[in-house]
Nanobody, 115 residues
Framework: QVQLVESGGGLVQAGRSLRLSCAAA????????MGWYRQAPGKQRELVAT???????SYADSVKGRFFISRGADKKTIDLQMNNLKPEDTAVYYC?????????WGQGTQVTVSS
């Protein structure tokens, strides 16, 4: 079982930056993929950015060039640097861990961007 704890959400004005962090605890495999998803009110949860254990990244088109994902050398932490935030980025952001069919989600952290 892997537990994920997120931090770093909050309320910011459009154009500003936020950094989200996620730490994994428990039986964490180094051969994992970790990433960030988000869910806005009335919408489905969607991928924001992910990174494999080999460092391969994937970003949603809507955040390319603004958001950057990074992870610690121990493969147990994953961060999301969010720049030039827009009101449409407002959502609950969830950290996700996956490895060999095992998937864990964090509790979510709210990001609100005011115009």
């Amino acid at each position: 079982q892997v537990q994920l704890v997120e931090s770093g959400g909050g309320l910011v004005q459009a154009g500003r930056s936020l950094r989200l962090s996620c730490a994994a605890a428990g039986i964490v495999s180094s051969l994992n993929s970790m990433g960030w998803y988000r869910q806005a009110p009335g919408k489905q949860r969607e991928l924001v950015a992910t990174m494999t254990s080999m460092g391969r990244t994937s970003y949603a088109d809507s955040v390319k060039g603004r958001f950057f994902i990074s992870r610690g050398a121990d493969k147990k932490t994953i961060d999301l640097q969010m720049n030039n935030l827009k009101p449409e980025d407002t959502a609950v952001y969830y950290c996700r861990y996956s490895n060999s069919g095992v998937i864990s989600w964090g509790q979510g952290t709210q990001v609100t961007v005011s115009s």
